[in-house]
């Protein structure tokens, strides 16, 4: 039986998936009782830079095992650079930045440099054997720069071979005819020899790949793993969390609907009709609770300002639901 509050979100949801059908998805576990609630929660989700989690928790396992240090210095490398938010792509070559500051522009800022960085320093294959342990069947992590080279592989297999700055030069241009042309230039061929005629097409073509991707409620069990102190010591943990805490994307999003004195948690994702938000939910003045967790993402929405407030809609329902 449906306890009151899973009863009201599948009264409201059911309601937000007349006006869109398939673009929206939650995965929701209340870590106090086990109880859930999940509208599309089995079905493949674009991660986008919520891979970022489980990014930071590998190298926080690596610095439980001594074998890193949050002190630790990284140096920029020339091939470091690619589009995003955060203010890395500002220094130079040669720079050196702490393992505990990438981790902080890697949560808090989205910082996409940041985030290949590290991938660089611990190791694609381990992020990956740490995916697939947290959450099987999930499909394999890419670094932040190859998943602009499979989207634009799409277009032409050429794409593989341009440097993070050519992605830089081609985030910038907003017309998408003008973006074909400059992506034309790059690889020294005719828009006529690519495989498909629009950049639309091309992210569409990579969803369709799998690459970066996992379900609600798979990706649930990272939080929930993490939250238990299965895969890191309290001290990682909280700086996970705590940074977590500090997100500075996304505040339009699950945010922008809780209630006082409700806080959030989180990390979200954005890319081309993906929008994703998901952490923990708890109450600051009630600490002897265990947070919930929400997994949320929109997709297939052209504008970026609808899905963001399809999932403040979400944070209000379950705010309103009393679930929390």
Do not use: C
């Amino acid at each position: 039986m449906k306890k009151s509050w899973q009863a009201q979100l599948e009264k409201e949801f059911i309601e937000l998936e007349k006006q869109f059908p398939n673009q929206i998805g939650l995965y929701l576990k209340d870590l106090n009782t086990g109880e859930e609630y999940s509208l599309h929660g089995d079905e493949s989700m674009y991660l986008a830079s919520t891979v970022k989690v489980p990014i930071a928790i590998e190298v926080l396992a690596q610095v439980d095992a001594k074998k890193l240090s949050l002190d630790d210095n990284v140096t920029i490398d020339l091939d470091d650079y690619v589009d995003g938010n955060g203010p890395l792509k500002l220094k130079r070559p040669g720079d050196q930045v702490s393992i505990r500051y990438l981790i902080e522009q890697m949560i808090v800022y989205s910082d996409n440099m940041a985030s290949d960085m590290l991938i660089r320093t611990v190791g694609l294959d381990k992020i990956n054997t740490l995916t697939q342990k947290l959450m099987p069947g999930s499909s394999p992590i890419t670094t932040l720069k190859d998943v602009r080279r499979h989207i634009y592989s799409e277009l032409h297999t050429n794409a593989f071979n341009l440097p993070g700055k050519s992605f830089m030069e081609l985030n910038a241009i907003q017309d998408p005819n003008a973006k074909l042309e400059k992506f034309a230039s790059f690889i020294r061929l005719g828009k006529k020899q690519m495989n498909l005629q629009n950049v639309h097409e091309a992210y569409e073509a990579y969803y369709r790949k799998g690459l970066n991707s996992a379900s609600p409620r798979n990706y649930s069990k990272v939080l929930e793993s993490l939250w238990e102190g299965k895969i890191l010591g309290p001290s990682s943990r909280d700086f996970l969390v705590q940074t977590m805490l500090k997100t500075e994307t996304g505040k339009n999003r699950i945010k922008a609907g809780l209630k006082h004195p409700w806080v959030f948690a989180h990390k979200t994702g954005t890319q081309y009709q993906r929008i994703v938000d998901v952490g923990y939910i708890w109450n600051p003045k009630n600490l002897h609770r265990k947070p919930i967790i929400v997994v949320s993402f929109v997709k297939d929405i052209k504008q970026k300002n609808i899905s963001a407030a399809l999932l403040e809609k979400m944070g209000k329902v379950i705010s309103g639901s009393g679930v929390l």
